[in-house]
């Protein structure tokens, strides 16, 4: 069973926010009460539930139940825009929403079911366009729960501190873990707590926290002696050793840098940092691991002249619940999905070097569009976002203040070859995000290009 580990602790780990705890017993009790609920409105057995609630135990409550219930469950962020809230709801057509107004059926007469019931995680949207995601089954879910909390060190004498929305992919496989583990469980929606996450986890006494690379600037500005975390690891994106440079002096002793994506249920590598050992890099990439997490295994693969990170399960979810076909990542067969990271492998050790995406082609040579943010980065301080219009256009978006892009721009002419060089600098406030800390892409090309056409809407699911 997948919720085994909690239901046997030998302590009561139990669920909580800022409004309290919930003991175990109580979180399932109230669990089997909902499951009961939710057939009963949708008069199925295996009903396709939609979530819009914040990060709670009463979210978490719901992920048990659909768990308990199997039944699928998709979770909604109900600070999300309403357009692209209406338009998951318009792909997904639930049988039941649950939100903060309480259980209503949808009306929906037919079945309308996936074979086999499980988590449908959004992916994180971060190239816009309709919405999009992926079916974890509850037994792909159950495989992966004991490697995947092993790897992170997480058991019932842990706590999990969680602070991104189930809406979004990561969440996905914390709050799965953390559940499964038998691990205290401590939420919280409040934005000030993802923009001091070791301040919460001081607070919720959590020694375990998973954010992505993005958050290590934030926890290094922090100033929060005393915290109680041990392990922070990264999720999915290609972690530097800058980061981990600032998370060790941020007093965090061990980094569990994770590899993998939501379109593969689990993360499928892992490496252990320790702040004791020496740290090992490549063009700045830490390792991602050996390419092995219980069933999960990552390979390198050329394609394109370019050696591409895949993973292979035989658990994988079967491609996209609905977002039109062909859209990243590449489902080769069966059991493997090609990621779209560059990668590269020294001795044991596998790394990802960033996204082939973000790779264009300018003049017969390749503008790695990733180096350039890097350069504005290291060089200048400035936090930036570089894209490629639809007339061939380099344009990097930098969160400065107009008066200082020439000064920057003509310091890039003594950095960057002359054909990667943007041909334009656009000031902004901040970088358009969504609510996953993502840069939102359409977003992005949008103020670099203004005149960018509306996203197409979603096409109707299709199980």
């Not at 290291?378 to 203040?401: K, M, N, Y």
Request: with cysteine; aromatic share 4%.
């Amino acid at each position: 069973m997948v919720l085994a580990a909690r239901r046997s602790a030998g302590r009561d780990a139990g669920v909580g926010d800022a409004r309290g705890l919930l003991s175990d017993r109580d979180v399932i009790a109230a669990a089997e009460t909902i499951v009961a609920r939710v057939t009963r409105e949708s008069g199925r057995a295996h009903p396709v539930v939609a979530v819009c609630l914040p990060v709670s135990v009463d979210a978490v409550t719901q992920l048990v139940a659909a768990i308990l219930g199997d039944y699928t469950i998709c979770f909604l962020d109900p600070s999300a825009p309403l357009e692209r809230r209406e338009a998951i709801l318009a792909a997904l057509a639930p049988h039941v929403v649950v939100d903060e107004a309480g259980v209503r059926t949808t009306g929906r007469s037919d079945d309308g079911s996936p074979d086999a019931p499980g988590y449908l995680a959004m992916s994180s949207g971060s190239t816009g366009g309709a919405p999009k995601a992926v079916l974890s089954t509850w037994s792909a879910i159950a495989a992966f729960a004991g490697p995947g909390a092993e790897a992170l060190e997480l058991d019932a004498t842990g706590c999990w501190g969680e602070i991104s929305h189930p809406a979004y992919d990561m969440a996905m496989t914390n709050l799965l873990l953390a559940l499964t583990s038998g691990a205290g469980l401590r939420v919280s929606s409040s934005l000030g707590d993802r923009l001091r996450p070791l301040r919460f986890a001081a607070r919720a006494r959590a020694t375990h926290m998973r954010l992505a690379p993005r958050f290590a600037d934030l926890a290094a500005a922090e100033q929060s002696p005393g915290h109680v975390l041990r392990v922070w690891g990264s999720g999915g994106d290609r972690f530097q050793a800058a980061h981990v440079a600032q998370l060790f002096g941020a007093g965090i002793p061990l980094i569990v840098n994770t590899y993998g994506t939501s379109e593969t249920t689990g993360f499928a590598s892992a490496a252990r940092l320790s702040a004791t050992d020496e740290l090992r890099d490549l063009h700045g990439s830490v390792p991602i691991g050996r390419g092995a997490v219980g069933e999960w295994r990552t390979e390198l693969t050329v394609e394109d002249d370019m050696q591409m990170l895949r993973i292979r399960s035989p658990h994988l979810p079967q491609g996209y619940r609905f977002g039109e076909p062909g859209e990243y990542p590449s489902w080769q067969s069966a059991d493997a999905v090609l990621t779209g990271d560059v990668g590269a492998r020294v001795g044991d050790d596998l790394y990802c070097l960033g996204r082939a995406g973000r790779r264009v082609k300018r003049n017969g040579s390749f503008a790695d569009l990733d180096a350039i943010d890097a350069v504005l980065r290291e060089a200048h301080g400035i936090v930036s976002f570089t894209v490629v219009t639809r007339s061939g256009e380099l344009v990097s978006l930098v969160e400065l203040q107009e008066e200082g892009t020439a000064a920057v721009k003509r310091d890039l002419a003594g950095l960057l070859r002359p054909d990667i060089l943007p041909e334009r600098l656009v000031p902004v406030r901040q970088l358009p995000r969504l609510g996953n800390g993502k840069v939102d892409h359409v977003a992005a090309l949008a103020l670099a290009q203004p005149d960018i056409s509306e996203p197409a809407p979603p096409r109707p699911r299709d199980w």
